[in-house]
T-cell receptor, first 116, second 117 residues
Framework: AQKITQTQPGMFVQEKEAVTLDCTYD???????LFWYKQPSSGEMIFLIY??????QNATEGRYSLNFQKARKSANLVISASQLGDSAMYFC?????????????FGTGTRLQVTL | DVKVTQSSRYLVKRTGEKVFLECVQD?????MFWYRQDPGLGLRLIYF???????EKGDIPEGYSVSREKKERFSLILESASTNQTSMYLC????????????????FGPGTRLTVL
């Protein structure tokens, strides 16, 4: 069975500093995708970044990068130059193709607080 | 831009009422999903649909049903609402090309906070 683990319930980071949010996963499927979503206090889940299991390079999207270590089954999110607007819940997720549709399995999330 | 809308941001219902949560997407996505989100538990999949009139149970389907009569619309139905169904409900949609990839990305609506009294 697939599982996503986020071990940090909460994190603090100072504005303009970089922060790493941890995510480990478990799957026996050789083909999978890894995702990070941001959920501000308004509630909407915002897609941030995607990494495929066969991708050779780490994904980057602006200030977001995904540190993909396949052998360790980790997919940590790195946010560079943190901003106050980055304060939110962050969820790691993994896709599983069921044959009819790809479903996502989510971790329990990490709450990031950016301070002045 | 992908747009997923949900009929209500906040909803208050009484125990035993029949509740309809509506979700509409405008990107011609084949797949649509309903999740509930509770503190400390992350997002849990209730039901999903991969085509019109086609549906599959997710991880926690008990107490819920769904309807997809048109491609763009996916409804979640609580036949007889109970207090333990008080939660945040999130709808999402994605493409389906049959293989894993970035098209698995799900796009979410703003959520409905349902309170059952």
């Amino acid at each position: 069975a697939q599982k996503i683990t986020q071990t940090q319930p909460g994190m603090f980071v100072q504005e303009k500093e970089a922060v790493t949010l941890d995510c480990t996963y478990d799957t026996s499927d050789p083909s999978y995708g890894l995702f990070w979503y941001k959920q501000p206090s308004s509630g909407e889940m915002i897609f941030l970044i995607y990494q495929g299991s066969y991708d050779q390079q780490n994904a980057t999207e602006g200030r977001y990068s995904l540190n993909f270590q396949k052998a360790r089954k980790s997919a940590n999110l790195v946010i560079s130059a943190s901003q106050l607007g980055d304060s939110a819940m962050y969820f790691c997720a993994m896709s599983l193709n069921t044959g009819t549709a790809s479903k996502l399995t989510f971790g329990t999330g990490t709450r990031l607080q950016v301070t002045l | 831009d992908v747009k997923v809308t949900q009929s209500s941001r906040y909803l208050v219902k009484r125990t035993g009422e029949k509740v309809f949560l509506e979700c509409v997407q405008d990107m011609d996505h084949e797949n649509m999903f309903w999740y509930r989100q509770d503190p400390g538990l992350g997002l849990r999949l209730i039901y999903f649909s991969y085509d019109v009139k086609m549906k599959e149970k997710g991880d926690i389907p008990e107490g819920y049903s769904v309807s997809r009569e048109k491609k763009e619309r996916f409804s979640l139905i609580l036949e007889s609402a109970s207090t333990n169904q008080t939660s945040m409900y999130l709808c999402a949609s994605s493409f389906n090309i049959g293989t894993s990839g970035s098209t698995d990305t799900q796009y979410f609506g703003p959520g409905t906070r349902l309170t059952v009294l």
